[in-house]
């Protein structure tokens, strides 16, 4: 299992693992909360992600809520092509911010 990461300049940004799955949510609610609280806002970088699982998806749409609740910035500038399938499956592009515009990285 890869730790999840955030940028050590803003802490801002929280890289998913590429198996973001039950087992990594705690690590990422941590670092979601973190973000949001201690550097203003939240980037995700879902560039690497190969599979991701309902609980991480919880976790993405709660702090999407958060973020907007706040008035904080909540962008996902990279995202893979796994990562946007299984969130346009879901239907949950709309709740995390995922738009046409942020194009999977190939």
Same mark, same amino acid.
Request: aromatic share 2%.
């Given at each position: 299992?890869?730790?999840?990461?955030?940028?050590?300049a803003?802490?801002?940004?929280?890289?998913?693992?590429?198996h973001?799955?039950?087992?990594? %949510?705690?690590?990422?609610?941590?670092?979601? /909360? @973190?973000?949001?609280? !201690? &550097?203003?806002?939240? +980037?995700? *970088? $879902?560039? %690497?992600?190969?599979?991701?699982?309902?609980? /991480? @998806?919880?976790?993405? !749409? &709660?702090?999407?809520? +958060?973020? *907007? $609740?706040?008035?904080?910035?909540?962008?996902?500038?990279?995202?893979?092509?796994?990562?946007?399938?299984?969130?346009?499956?879901?239907?949950?592009?709309p709740?995390i911010?995922?738009?046409?515009?942020?194009?999977?990285?190939?």
């Open positions: 299992m890869q730790p999840l990461e955030t940028h050590p803003t802490g801002r940004t929280v890289t998913l693992p590429a973001a799955v039950t087992t990594t %949510a705690e690590d990422l609610r941590v670092r979601l /909360v @973190l973000a949001c609280d !201690v &550097a203003g806002g939240i +980037e995700i *970088d $879902a560039g %690497a992600v190969e599979s991701i699982g309902q609980a /991480v @998806l919880q976790l993405l !749409v &709660a702090a999407k809520a +958060e973020a *907007d $609740a706040k008035g904080l910035p909540f962008t996902i500038p990279s995202s893979s092509p796994a990562f946007a399938e299984r969130v346009q499956a879901c239907r949950l592009a709740r911010g995922l738009t046409d515009e942020e194009e999977p990285v190939q």
